[in-house]
């Protein structure tokens, strides 16, 4: 199961690692990283991971955060506790058995790679007191610096990931390096191919938003959700230099949200996602 949690998004919680936050370089401060307050429309999930406020009644997150009974329940946003009406996982969306993590890294990668990690979580009421965040709807990301944040696992490339549970909150900066239909990819680079405030996310960061600066205003561009690894997982160590993240490519799925915020209540109802017994 933690072999499961360190790769399926190094970061959160369905795979149930506890999670400090975001790793950093080696040879670095870490109150460089550290952050009193991050963007606004950031929140806490109920357990671990993060979500993203991106309309006065709609948080956006990743699939494999929500487990559990949400409907009911509340969620802090701005200091202020709202209460959740409907969580909609991606149709396409599908629970990995942890058993594939186990061996060749290939299966399970395949598996992450098909996937698609994104669920919408609706408030019974709009919220008032912060500014949703901005989707990025352009295609230029490769190049890009992005922002990531994150409360989950600490530690450094050289050490790996170190200390866990929600922590403070960190900022870390990377450069995208690859996208494919669903997915931005970027590096854990040290050295000179890396930049001052180097990082990747850690255990406990999944859902974490990644922003990038368009005309001097940040704009979501994806969420924290799985690591690229290539070999036997018995091998595998969370956290290191020369790992890839992959985030949330979120311009893909401009259209789904687009149409799940459009729906009535009725269709909501019967898509939002109840708990296994398992899970409650």
Not at 12 to 41: E, N, Q, W
Not at 179 to 206: C, K, R, V
């Amino acid at each position: 199961m933690v072999k499961y949690t360190a790769m399926a998004a190094l970061l959160s919680l369905s795979f149930i690692m506890p999670a400090s936050a975001i790793i950093i370089r080696h040879d670095a401060v870490d109150t460089d990283y550290l952050i009193g307050t991050g963007p606004t429309a950031m929140v806490d999930l109920r357990y671990e991971g993060h979500g993203v406020l991106i309309s006065s009644e709609w948080i956006v997150t990743v699939a494999h955060t929500v487990f559990g009974n949400y409907q009911g329940n509340s969620i802090n946003v701005g200091g202020k506790d709202y209460e959740i009406a409907y969580v909609i996982r991606h149709p396409d969306y599908h629970k990995i058995d942890p058993s594939v993590f186990v061996g060749d890294a290939a299966p399970s990668q395949a598996l992450l790679r098909a996937n698609h990690d994104i669920a919408l979580i609706k408030l019974t009421q709009p919220v008032t007191c912060v500014k949703p965040m901005s989707l990025y709807t352009g295609k230029a990301e490769i190049g890009q610096t992005v922002s990531i944040y994150g409360k989950g696992t600490s530690g450094n490339g050289q050490t790996g990931q170190t200390a866990y549970g929600r922590g403070q909150l960190r900022r870390a900066k990377n450069r995208i390096d690859r996208t494919s239909e669903q997915w931005i990819s970027y590096t854990f680079d040290q050295g000179e191919n890396a930049l001052p405030l180097e990082g990747i996310q850690g255990g406990g960061d999944s859902g974490g938003p990644a922003l990038l600066k368009v005309d001097g205003m940040d704009q979501l561009i994806g969420l924290s959700s799985w690591i690229s690894y290539d070999g036997d997982m018995g091998d595998f160590q969370a956290g290191v230099y020369g790992l890839s993240a992959n985030l949330v490519r979120l311009n893909y799925y401009s259209d789904w949200i687009g149409d799940i915020q459009s729906l009535p209540t009725s269709a909501l109802q019967a898509q939002h996602y109840r708990a296994e017994p398992a899970e409650q």
